[in-house]
């Protein structure tokens, strides 16, 4: 057989992972918070000994995410907060370890403590965040949090806490299965705060996911796979060829 | 099959749950004490291809990997507490709370429901019900020579009775708050339950300790904002339509093998 029938098998294959990237790229159009996923293929020369180096297999691959800012949605609430610019929010994994995230529709559960939407505890100065009962709570542009305890006037607001904001360089980090970002050397331990961060409260960030890119891709990445496939025809007449050539004469 | 029909089908399921989100909230535009909901998305786990970093020969290692996302989920609706506006209705018996705070209602089964929709009326025994008829707590009765009833900002009811110079004092109406509103679970009915994520109900005066002051003759309105869910219903749509397309392509994508080979 004919080796070009395997190579355009990968070809398509990897087609079809790149399409599974995009996809989801464009399942979290609306997700608050969510960097897109670069899709790249990479040719992968599997030429050893003698003979033409013509054979080179196509490899998917995600070199990394793309950390540029999505949109500031206003939604008045105070306790969504959107990262300006560079940087990211401390959270605590499941796992007890730091993790990092830009999705910040913040909520006070029923003992009290700073949680993402998805129920990750906040991370500020020493550990997760205590918010007492409070007529209201505002968090600045550095992560202070102020709040008005209950029965006092307006004359008295209280600092608790900061919340941990960090600003990693993007090669050092990546994301988890889990979604969060973590650093790509667990060993690092954690990130000292950086004072640097900006947050908006009032605001969430849009998802960065440009549409019309992931659809040209996705538009793009089906006509190569129709090419693959031909190419798996054409490999298929030509045995067909070869082997009717082949059968003695009737 | 094709993991990328998987990971849109995710996105289609969540848009459509965003959009039920959206319709209640629109529906609920005019429903006095309602509050909003919003859909909080989250992306699904990622898997690992192939890992960055894992060794490619003895010498060279992976630059990077293939993780593959899973697509998206919608982890909650997140109920917004923000006030809305109040309407002036001159009804002795509607009452709003301007600030924080909800009153009680006694369920037919004896549990307490919360509510902020002050739409009281009164039932053929004089007691404060809400429309559905469900019990006002604490109890208060109106006596039937009642001229005028008027209630405090503190929630003090009191009564002019026909013939007595002073009024009559009727009783206290008193508001609850919670550490994490956002936890009560609506039961329907602008009825709210206590949840383990709301915390308990911290029982007091209106207008002291934070809560809010209530107000005669006033109702708020639903803290829907229009055209937030308007914007909010184009945006679901027309990602609900790229994800559909990721669908119809990668069904073209197995019949063109299938069809070809």
């Not at chain 1, 399942?27 to 960097?35: D, I, R, S």
């Not at chain 1, 610019?85 to 401390?90: H, L, M, P, Q, S």
């Amino acid at each position: 057989m004919d080796k070009a029938l395997y190579i355009a098998m990968s070809g398509a294959k990897h087609n079809m992972r790149a399409q599974t990237v995009h996809a989801n790229n464009l399942a979290n159009v609306n997700t608050t918070g969510f960097k897109a996923d670069f899709a790249r293929a990479r040719s992968m020369p599997i030429y050893f000994g003698e003979g033409h180096p013509t054979r080179a297999y196509a490899l998917e691959e995600i070199p990394a995410t793309d950390f540029r800012q999505g949109p500031l949605v206003e939604t008045g609430r105070d306790l969504d907060v959107a990262v300006e610019g560079d940087g990211f929010i401390a959270v605590q994994s499941p796992d007890g370890s730091e993790a990092y995230t830009r999705a910040g529709s913040l909520f006070i559960d029923a003992l009290g403590m700073l949680r993402t939407g998805n129920g990750l505890p906040v991370l500020g100065n020493g550990g997760p965040i205590a918010i007492p009962a409070a007529e209201k709570v505002e968090i600045s542009g550095d992560g202070s949090i102020t709040v008005i305890a209950l029965g006092q006037g307006v004359d008295a607001p209280v600092q608790v806490d900061r919340i941990k904001l960090v600003n990693p360089p993007t090669d050092t980090i990546q994301r988890g299965i889990d979604g969060l970002i973590h650093l790509l050397d667990d060993a690092q331990g954690e990130l000292p705060a950086d004072g640097n961060v900006r947050i908006i409260s009032g605001f969430v960030e849009g998802s960065n996911v440009n549409a019309v890119n992931e659809l040209t891709s996705v538009m793009s990445l089906a006509r190569q796979y129709e090419m693959q496939v031909k190419i798996m025809q054409t490999v298929k007449e030509d045995s067909e060829a070869s082997a009717r050539l082949l059968q003695p004469a009737s | 099959m094709h993991a990328a029909l998987y990971v849109s089908k995710t996105g289609l399921a969540a848009q459509d749950t965003k959009l039920t989100t959206v319709a209640n909230n629109l529906a609920n535009a005019s429903t006095v004490g309602f509050k909003r909901d919003r859909a909080v998305f989250e992306d699904l786990l990622y898997q690992i291809q192939r890992q960055p970093g894992a060794q490619n020969t003895e010498d060279t290692q992976l630059p990077s990997g293939l993780q593959l996302g899973t697509g998206v989920r919608v982890v909650g609706t997140q109920k917004q507490f923000d006030y809305g506006s109040l309407q002036v209705t001159n009804q002795p018996l509607d009452v709003a709370i301007d600030g924080r705070g909800f009153f009680q209602i006694l369920q037919p089964d004896g549990t307490i429901g919360y509510t902020r929709a002050g739409q009281f009326h009164l039932s053929n025994q004089g007691e404060i019900v809400d429309p559905t008829g469900l019990l006002l707590q604490p109890a208060i009765t109106i006596p039937d020579n009642a001229e005028s009833v008027t209630i405090g900002t503190d929630g003090t009811v009191s009564a002019r009775i026909a013939g007595v110079a002073a009024p009559a004092i009727l009783g206290n109406i008193q508001t609850v708050d919670f550490v994490n509103p956002a936890g009560l679970q609506a039961i329907g009915g602008n009825l709210f339950l206590e949840t383990a994520a709301s915390g308990n109900p911290i029982q007091g005066i209106p207008g002291q300790n934070g809560l809010g002051q209530v107000e005669q003759g006033m109702l708020e309105n639903s803290n829907v904002d229009i055209v937030e869910e308007m914007v909010n219903m184009i945006t679901t749509q027309r990602a609900y339509e790229m994800n559909s397309k990721i669908v119809s392509t990668a069904d073209q994508m197995l019949q063109f093998v299938t069809q070809n080979l």
